[in-house]
């Protein structure tokens, strides 16, 4: 059974970093991608980025160019990171992973993608 957690999330003042990771155990090839989603309290989830199983990536306009996602994997647990650097105070939210097993995964919709992680809370404040 395939099962998403996330880890990393903490307080970073303005202009810093986040490392999170996604551990996601039960991995098979029925595995498209996994996405990184945040969400602020009272807005709706957004995409972040997501990575293919053959390494491609796609980042959303707003972390474009400060965002790193990789995924690296071993049997059927692939560890998905996403560093995010130069935060801004938009970047705060719950950030989580999850696993699209379609292929229509590409736009971000979370809809798309079906097995998700509990989060990882990301604040940044001065």
């Known amino acids: 059974q395939l099962q998403l957690v996330e880890s990393g999330g903490r307080l970073v003042q303005p202009g810093g970093s986040l490392r999170l990771s996604c551990v996601a155990s039960?991995?098979?090839?029925?595995?498209?991608?996994v996405g990184w989603f945040r969400q602020a309290p009272g807005k709706e989830r957004e995409g972040v980025s997501w990575?293919?199983?053959?390494?491609?990536?796609?980042?959303a306009t707003s972390v474009m160019g400060r965002a790193i996602i990789s995924m690296s994997t071993i049997g059927a647990t692939s560890t998905v990171y996403l560093e995010l650097d130069n935060l801004r105070v938009e970047d705060n939210g719950t950030y989580y992973c999850?696993?699209?097993?379609?292929?229509?995964?590409?736009?971000?919709?979370?809809?798309?993608?079906?097995?998700w992680g509990r989060g990882t809370q990301g604040t940044v404040s001065a």
């Open positions: 999850a696993a699209a097993i379609t292929g229509y995964y590409r736009s971000l919709d979370p809809a798309t993608f079906g097995t």
């Open positions: 039960g991995f098979t090839s029925d595995v498209y991608a």
């Open positions: 990575i293919s199983t053959a390494q491609a990536a796609f980042y």
